[in-house]
């Protein structure tokens, strides 16, 4: 009897769970009306046209702005580990170039991973809010992308600057649909979240991929996406630009070939762990169609913040409020910044342990540091590429300052680059108190840089590797891209 019932009630739970699972695929939208489809669908339909001129101006500045990084991160040791790498594990296929390496090419994922990396080596590249680093994910894989083009097929720069915008818009999309992304990381570093899907959506607009393979590319990326905060102000940290910038390239190709992923991966449905699994407050909304005319850029709205110095964005703020005690210093009679006339500095930021350290040991654990960083500004007046050469670093007066540092967290003051302030207090020996506050440091979204301070940077960056001539003709390249017919002018300067 026993076996008898064993045999009656195993078809029906089977058919409860048979039932169950009906249920929830009946729940999951219509391939066509979905998150993703719509992503796809966006990055397939956009055209030139739908570029204001505003998001061109902007976008062609951070073009300008990341190459410049880029050149300068070219002389770094972490870049040259990086490339040294890839010239001894892989063959060579000698397609797309590698920034300030004259007669060097390497296979266009291998150059986008490589110009990725001199990109943040330094953290000096362009970052938004929420939070993350746009250009150095996007602009790599598009120039390798570029390269692996035949020469009498390369894209227009119209068109490179079309691809060039729909992947900094994807990742400003997907990281505004959570509210965890809104304040400075603490578990996942955002670039390795939303680069590989920006990188994706480049390539694929450049590869002018129909909306199911777009789709598809961004489905893939998030299988190669996301690395934890444990590697900030390390050596590997740059390697997450890098990773971004070579993933979504990939993803892109491998899905121009047929290469299919889930369907609903930028949905939040029940049972499908997809872009959900990195923002727990995930909600996603489909994205307007930009022949329906809804459609406004992000970066209409909001524009980018470049760095004047090559640090974490936080410690802008700290260091330009250094700066203007600093200034105070020097006219208290002092003449120049004595520390031994400071008996305590009080630091009030935000609550981050990423960027707490107190004393740090490398230039890496440096550009992560607000101790570091007021105490540079308030010795030097400022904060430049040269605060993190070891000869700096290792001042006696500098860690004399940092041994005077304490920290407070005003509940005012949240870890969000949008609401952030940066204040320094200073007692002196003899109990005078000076104060330094900055709630906008110039090069953020609210302050954007001048052209000229921009340029500035450029030639500062670009010089460092380039001849002068090479470095004004890529500044004219870049203010007439969306005029060239062929963006091979833009890539025959980088070397």
Known sequence: MFSTLQKTIRPVRAARRLHNTAVEVQKHPAPEDTVTASFGKFISEIKPQHLSPVVLHRSK?????????????????????????????????????????RGIRLSPTLAAFVNGVATHSMDFDDTWHPATHPSGA???????????????????????????????????????????????????????VVGPMGSAAACSCLLSLDPSQCSHALAIAAS?????????ATQS?????????RLGLEAAL????????????????????GFSAFYEDYVPQPLESPDDGGHVFLLEEQDMA???????????????????????????????????????????VPQSKNINRPFPESEHEARHSFQFNACSALLDGEVTVQSFSPPAMSRPELHFLLSRVRMEHPEDNPANFNRIYGEVQVTLVGGDILKGRCDTFYGHWRNPLTIESLRKK????????????????????VEELDRLDDCGALLSQLQ
């Open 61 to 101: 500045r951070m073009v300008l702005d990341s190459i410049g990084v880029g050149l300068i991160g070219s002389r770094t040791d972490v870049f040259e580990l990086a490339l040294q790498f890839c010239q001894h594990m892989y063959a060579p296929d000698h397609i797309s170039s590698v920034y300030g390496r």
């Open 138 to 192: 996007v602009l790599p894989a598009l120039f390798a992308l570029s390269d692996m083009m035949p020469a009498n097929s390369k894209p227009s720069g119209l068109d490179f600057l079309l691809a060039f915008n729909v992947g900094i818009e994807i990742q400003g999309r997907l990281m505004r649909f959570s509210n965890e992304a809104r304040s400075i990381p603490k578990r996942f570093h955002p670039p390795t």
């Open 224 to 232: 190669l996406a996301g690395a934890p905060m444990a590697n900030a």
């Open 237 to 245: 940290k740059p390697l997450h630009i890098g990773n971004a910038s």
């Open 254 to 273: 491998l899905s121009s070939r047929g290469l299919e992923a889930s369907p609903l991966v930028l949905d939040a449905v029940a049972g499908v762990a």
């Open 306 to 348: 470049f760095k004047h110095f090559p640090a974490h964005l936080g410690m802008h703020w700290v260091a330009d409020a250094a700066a203007a005690v600093h200034e105070l210093l020097v006219g208290h009679g002092l003449g120049q910044v004595s520390p031994h006339q400071v008996q305590d500095i009080l630091l009030r």
């Open 458 to 477: 450029f030639r500062s960056n670009a010089e460092v590797v380039l001849p002068s001539e090479k470095v004004e003709r890529l500044v004219e390249v």
